[in-house]
């Protein structure tokens, strides 16, 4: 299979999280992902998306939010990054932890590891927060 | 189209809200919780959510959920989930939440375990 990648730059609104899905979609429909592992990948993205947004850019919209999808045989990889403070992963509670099960907020990272093979948060020496995520189908 | 259609019925006691689309941040999440403070405002504290028309929640949807059971259990009311599609429930349970969840397969059954 040709490797075949797509970049999406989105403003900081929670609207573009709709259309970073809408690329997603066409995207790993292109590259022959299967159903099930479709709307996991969906999710992901739609989260990633979301705290880039939200956490990272803090909805500035003088700063962009840039997607990456790359597909190879059988691995889609996406990089989502934005352009604010960073964060350490580590310190995100788990929300399966009784004390957290009724958080209102904090699942996004949980379900982002739970449908994707790897997931990894990178601070990036210019600033700004990449998530890279991989998952094989 | 709204993203999240709500359909309100009266069973009893127990106000069913019938939902169709998707739970997601913005205008899903807002539509859940605006009627759910509606409905406690009105002084309608037993309320069963039938989500076989959601295709899609998010984090976001989730934890909205999870704030309406929080508010509706904090005016001794009780919050149950009716016809929750397989994706959904897979999402509950990777989340533990079908632990705090009360949910049913069939309106009867859901509606008899209201107290």
Not at chain 1, 100 to 116: A, E, H, P, Q, Y
Not at chain 2, 48 to 77: F, H, P, R
Not at chain 2, 93 to 100: D, S
């Amino acid at each position: 299979m040709t490797e075949q990648t797509t970049r999406i730059v989105l403003p900081s609104h929670i609207e573009a999280v709709a259309d970073a899905a809408a690329a997603v979609t066409g995207f790993v429909e292109n590259c022959g992902v299967g159903e099930a592992a479709a709307f996991g990948i969906d999710m992901a993205v739609r989260e990633a998306v979301t705290n880039a947004i939200v956490h990272g850019n803090q909805e500035d919209e003088a700063k962009a939010v840039e997607v990456t999808f790359n597909c190879q045989e059988h691995v889609l990889e996406i990089e989502v990054r934005d352009q604010g403070e960073g964060f350490d992963p580590a310190e995100v509670p788990d929300p399966t932890d009784p004390a957290n099960i009724l958080k209102t907020s904090g699942r996004g990272m949980f379900l982002m590891r739970s449908f994707m093979d790897d997931v990894r948060w990178l601070t990036r020496p210019d600033g700004g927060t990449t998530v890279r995520m991989v998952k094989k189908f | 189209m709204a993203e999240l259609n709500i359909r309100e019925r009266q069973a009893g006691d127990v106000t069913v809200l019938d939902m169709g689309g998707r739970i997601t941040i913005g205008e899903g999440s807002v539509a859940l919780r605006s009627a759910i403070r509606r409905l406690l405002e009105e002084g309608k504290k037993n309320i069963l959510l039938n989500l076989a028309g959601v295709g899609y929640i998010d984090s976001s949807g989730i934890g909205e959920l999870v704030s309406s059971y929080t508010a509706i259990k904090n005016q001794d009311g009780q919050l149950k989930l009716l016809s929750l599609t397989e994706k959904l429930r897979d999402l509950l349970t990777i989340t533990k939440l079908l632990t705090v969840f009360d949910a049913y397969d069939t309106e009867a059954d859901a509606l008899s375990n209201f107290k």
